[in-house]
T-cell receptor, first 110, second 117 residues
């Protein structure tokens, strides 16, 4: 079992819709959770971090964490073509290093 | 803004060559990391360092070594390059964190696409 799992996609959504990206992790001791966005040919950049169960909102982005289900998700409201990218889920297991998922490719079409 | 600079964007080397990948950050970050990124495999940690002259193995250290003689510079060394080391190499840095996570925001360099022929 992979430590951090994501559906590779592509996830295709129309402009203006809500995009829902999901991630599961295997280590129950994981403490910190991150979403990175990576445009094609570019480096990853952090867009959200979440540490406690529940929702965390930042503009059009909402991160959701459920530690009991070992599940973290990212919702993007009012999706724009500029949101088209690969979204990487990353988990800190408390060992001072991040474990990344393989990423979900999101395509937002006009 | 934090800047993480990798010395080369594209690099082509021959099998058996010794390869040096250089990374420099300008924000006095304590932590530095080397990842490789391959299609379908995602980002995998090779080595990391929390201080000068200190290094820790990541998940795939075999065939690699690192050097951190100065706080701002973290070098990845391929002792004898092989074709299976053809990959995108990403350097990252972060501040030493507090509390739950010592691994807060990672700042990535632009990457080095290494091809070993």
């Amino acid at each position: 079992q992979k430590e951090v799992e994501q559906n590779s996609g592509p996830l295709s959504v129309p402009e203006g819709a809500i995009a829902s990206l999901n991630c599961t992790y295997s280590d129950r001791g994981s403490q910190s959770f991150f979403w990175y966005r990576q445009y094609s040919g570019k480096s990853p950049e952090l867009i959200m971090s979440i540490y406690s169960n529940g929702d965390k909102e930042d503009g059009r982005f909402t991160a959701q964490l459920n530690k009991a289900s070992q599940y973290v998700s990212l919702l993007i409201r009012d999706s724009q073509p500029s949101d088209s990218a690969t979204y990487l889920c990353a988990v800190n297991q408390g060992t001072d290093k991040l474990i990344f998922g393989t990423g979900t490719r999101l395509q937002v079409f006009p | 803004d934090v800047k993480v600079t990798q010395s080369s964007r594209y690099l082509v080397k021959r099998t058996g060559e010794k390869v040096f990948l250089e990374c420099v950050q300008d924000m006095d970050h304590e932590n530095m990391f080397w990842y490789r990124q391959d299609p379908g495999l995602g980002l995998r940690l090779i080595y990391f360092s929390y201080d000068v002259k200190m290094k820790e193995k990541g998940d795939i250290p075999e065939g690699y070594s690192v050097s951190r003689e100065k706080k701002e510079r973290f070098s990845l060394i391929l002792e004898s390059a092989s074709t299976n080391q053809t990959s995108m190499y990403l350097c990252a840095s972060s501040l030493k964190g507090t509390g739950v996570s010592t691994n807060e925001k990672l700042f990535f360099g632009s990457g080095t696409q290494l091809s070993v022929l």
